[in-house]
């Protein structure tokens, strides 16, 4: 039997847990259930993150809909950076080699995302604003997204990192995971957050350790075209919700890139 939202929402046993542009989250017990917001943006990823849970076993149960899926909820504290001890940022660089580095499906149908259609749908929303050398940093990011293919989050943003037990990590939320570039979600993840010089060196220190295929060139780049990226996805928050702290954040986002 499909779940229907108007219902859950009526529902008060039924939690909100976030209520978003591209998806809305509720929770019962143990519990949740994710419903995708029916949108232009939206019809792109839906399907793809379907596919990378199922492929990518995230949950260990998982019911599917036709605009949902729900999952076991999985008990956790919450990441916030203000908060985050070393070990976490350590585990955190773990948890994303150990999703870089699983074999890809042979038979895969997830994609990489086009960051060329996406860049261009933001930019031609009403409050999107046009940077200076925004097309010099779109053609370099693109030389290096979207190569040397791996399977990516493309979004680690605090609410999708999971603190387990003993400071464990799990990530969740891959509505625009896809096949990627590492270093797209490296650099996400060090300009998404206000991390100080040295948190950012544990972080990156602890990846590179890793793996034997480092380019810092590539990361600089990555670093610049996430930052902008995301800028632009959030002077689009900004039109749709008009609330000015997502403007202020895409002003901050530009700072971190460089």
């Known amino acids: 039997m499909e779940r229907n939202e108007k219902i859950i929402k009526k529902d008060k046993t039924w939690i909100k847990d976030k209520i978003g542009l591209s998806n809305n989250v509720y929770f019962k017990d143990k519990i949740i259930c994710k419903f995708f917001v029916n949108n232009e943006f939206t019809k792109i990823y839906q399907n793809q993150e379907i596919l990378i849970l199922k492929e990518l076993k995230v949950f260990n149960s998982l019911e599917i809909g036709k605009n949902y899926f729900c999952a076991e909820k999985i008990d956790h504290k919450p990441f916030f950076i203000d908060n985050v001890n070393d070990k976490i940022l350590i585990n955190c660089a773990k948890e994303i080699k150990s999703l870089h580095d699983i074999k890809i499906n042979k038979n895969t ?18 409050k999107i604003l046009q940077y200076k050398d925004e097309n010099l940093i779109l053609k370099e990011g693109l030389k290096i997204i979207n190569k040397d293919l791996c399977y990516a989050n493309n979004d680690i943003v605090d609410g999708n990192i999971l603190i387990l037990k003993d400071d464990q990590i799990k990530i969740i939320d891959y509505e625009y995971g896809g096949l990627n570039s590492k270093y797209f979600d490296l650099a996400s993840f060090v300009v998404k957050r206000k991390l100080t010089k040295k948190q950012e060196e544990i972080f990156l220190n602890t990846y590179i350790k890793l793996t034997s295929n480092f380019d810092f060139k590539k990361f600089k780049i990555a670093r610049i075209f996430t930052a902008y990226f995301w800028a632009k996805w959030a002077r689009y928050k900004y039109q749709e919700t008009n609330q000015k702290i997502y403007a202020e954040i895409a002003d901050w986002l530009i700072l971190r890139g460089e």
């Open 109 to 126: 149908k997830i994609k990489a995302p086009n960051f060329l259609d996406t860049w261009n749908f933001l930019n031609k929303q009403e």
